[in-house]
C-alpha cells in the first residue's frame, strides 16, 4: 500500500496511508492531533516508498540511548560475573607434599623453626603479596564493570522513558 507523509506544525512530517484520509492522527514528536486531508488531496502530499514508512518514527536519541545502554550493561556485567568467578587456589594440597617429599630434613627442620617463631601474624611471602595485590586488582575491575553496567541500566532505561513520552497519546 502507497503510503505518504503528512507535516505536522511543528515540522514532523507524519507517514500515513489512503485508509486514514479525512481522519486524524497524532503527530508522533509533538502529540497534536493533525488533520489528514480527504482521499482527492492526497496527490499534494509527498509520497514514500513502503520500507521507508515503516521506520515510524526512525532512530532518535531515546533509541540511541536505550540501545547503548543495554549494550552496556550486557557487557559490562558480563565481564563483572565472568571475574567474580572464584580462581583455582595456587597452592594445592598436592603441591605442597610434593615439596615437602622433595626437600631435605635440614630444609624442612628450617622451615618448621622459622614458622614457629614467626606466629600467626607473619608478614607475606613475596608469591602471596603478588597474589593478594592481583586478586585485590581484579576485584576492583569488577566493581567498576558492576558501576559501568549500572550506569548503562540507567541510561536505558532514560531512554525508554523518553520513548514512552515521545510516543503519540491516544484519545
Not at 486514514?20 to 492526497?42: H, Q
Not at 526512525?58 to 540511548?65: E, F, S, T, V
Not at 585485590?136 to 531512554?159: H, P
Amino acid at each position: 500500500m502507497k503510503s505518504f507523509l503528512l507535516p505536522c506544525s511543528c515540522s514532523h512530517v507524519i507517514p500515513i496511508t489512503s485508509g486514514k484520509a479525512g481522519g486524524f492522527v497524532a503527530c508522533p514528536a509533538c502529540g497534536r492531533e493533525v488533520a489528514v486531508p480527504k482521499l482527492r488531496d492526497f496527490s499534494r502530499l509527498k509520497s514514500v516508498e513502503e520500507g521507508q514508512s515503516r521506520s515510524g518514527m526512525g532512530w532518535r536519541l531515546a533509541h540511541a540511548c536505550m540501545l547503548a545502554g543495554g549494550v552496556a550493561t550486557v557487557l559490562a556485567w558480563s565481564g563483572a560475573a565472568l571475574l567474580a568467578v572464584p580462581q583455582q587456589a595456587t597452592i594445592t594440597s598436592e603441591m605442597i607434599r610434593a615439596n615437602v617429599a622433595a626437600a631435605s630434613d635440614k630444609q624442612i627442620f628450617q622451615a618448621w623453626k622459622e614458622l614457629s617463631q614467626s606466629g600467626v601474624a607473619r608478614p607475606p611471602l613475596p608469591d602471596e603479596k603478588r597474589l593478594q595485590q592481583r586478586s585485590s586488582f581484579w576485584q576492583g575491575v569488577s566493581r567498576a564493570l558492576l558501576v559501568i553496567g549500572t550506569l548503562g541500566a540507567v541510561m536505558g532505561l532514560v531512554g525508554a522513558g523518553m520513548w514512552a513520552t515521545a510516543r503519540p497519546q491516544r484519545r
